[in-house]
């Protein structure tokens, strides 16, 4: 009898033990190097990666492969499914290793310890090399039956697909009105109008996904950061469904850390590159407001005569005070020209995103 991949998937999770820096159930391959080198992948490289972060879903992992599995086969691209352990603590490593030992369509990447959603995704797409890749959460709260339309769009020529949760189950009070008004605001500051920037069930053009920068818990602002490249983005409703195994990793707090993340990448998308028309903006405002307290003040004392510290100090020392701020302001802001000017003359770096190259050759000479 001829058993399925998800078949010996749930056989290969009983024999599966401990992560123990013993060899893994992959001829060749080692705990430290569990997946293949992308040099060593690079060669006939599937169309389609998904990227799937998790972090004590023991209870979601094979339920979800099977059912990516399903949907991906019928699609019928090539694909390759980029499974990371945010550091679990549960048997979330083992089950995932015990798919990777009977799926060569399966790499699994184990993080030392728990970094984060976007340090996760921020792995996945390191070792993704698909020309398409789509990100989705491991907690089964993402259907990949939404995968066929994510993809119908890809193809329609944009960079980023975006899931939108139209219809949401969550707590009204703790998880949607928070969202609405944060989503409402990330909108307005990154320029980018979509609904719903929270959701990870996104998908992207692979060139450009690997360019964006990752860190802290950028992943929700990746819309904008592609923006910011030039590239195109669409979004299309995705279902919305209710976690039934494992506890949830999300609560209020996420919300204001979103709302600092959320300044951090209005002023990355706005000033990365000329940090002196910020702060040399409100150095000048400051400057002008006590250049303009300390003369009238001058002319006061001139024309009548005014005792200016001992009537007018307070108001004498906070003309000082923002002139000695504006100043500081202008010297931030320099420096900060100084470190952009330092990262560009890298000959690695460069301010702009290659499409294309097209060259013509010099026509060549006639002989006379």
Request: charged share 20%; glycine share 10%.
């Amino acid at each position: 009898m001829k058993l399925s991949k998800v078949q010996l998937v749930s056989l290969s999770a009983n024999v599966v033990h401990g992560y123990d820096g013993t060899r893994t159930g992959r001829p060749g391959t080692t705990s430290d190097h569990f997946y293949p080198s992308l040099a060593a992948r690079s060669e006939g490289s599937p169309r389609l990666s998904v990227v799937v972060p998790f972090y004590n879903e023991e209870g979601n992992v094979t339920e979800l492969y099977g059912r990516l599995h399903a949907v991906l086969e019928k699609a019928g691209w090539s694909y390759e499914l980029v499974f990371v352990d945010d550091g679990s603590t549960d048997r979330t490593f083992q089950l995932l290793q015990g798919i990777a030992a009977v799926d060569s369509q399966v790499t699994v990447i184990r993080l030392r310890r728990n970094f984060g959603q976007t340090a996760a995704l921020a792995a996945g797409f390191a070792h993704s090399t698909g020309e398409y890749v789509i990100a989705m959460d491991g907690d089964l709260q993402h259907d990949p039956d939404d995968i066929p339309v994510f993809l119908d769009k890809l193809e329609e020529g944009y960079d980023v697909v975006s899931g939108w949760r139209a219809h949401r189950i969550d707590n009204l009070w703790l998880r949607r009105i928070p969202s609405r008004c944060a989503n409402w605001l990330m909108a307005k500051l990154s320029g980018v109008n979509i609904h719903d920037f929270g959701t990870t069930f996104k998908a992207y053009r692979g060139d450009l996904l690997r360019e964006l920068p990752l860190y802290g818990e950028m992943h929700r602002f990746i819309p904008a950061i592609a923006s910011g490249h030039g590239g195109s983005i669409c979004e299309v409703p995705i279902r919305n469904i209710n976690r039934t195994r494992g506890e949830s990793h999300y609560g209020l707090s996420r919300t204001f850390r979103v709302m600092f993340d959320l300044v951090t990448i209005w002023f990355l998308l706005r000033y990365t590159s000329r940090p002196l028309h910020f702060f040399g903006r409100l150095g000048f405002l400051n400057m002008t407001a006590g250049l303009a307290m300390a003369f009238g003040l001058l002319v006061d004392k001139l024309a009548s005569g005014t005792f200016v510290v001992q009537q007018h100090g307070l108001l004498l020392v906070f003309a000082a005070v923002l002139i000695l701020v504006g100043m500081q302001m202008l010297a931030l802001g320099l420096l900060g020209e100084l470190s952009v000017w330092q990262h560009y003359k890298e000959p690695e770096q460069a301010p702009y995103s290659i499409s294309r190259v097209v060259h013509i050759g010099e026509p060549t000479a006639q002989a006379d």
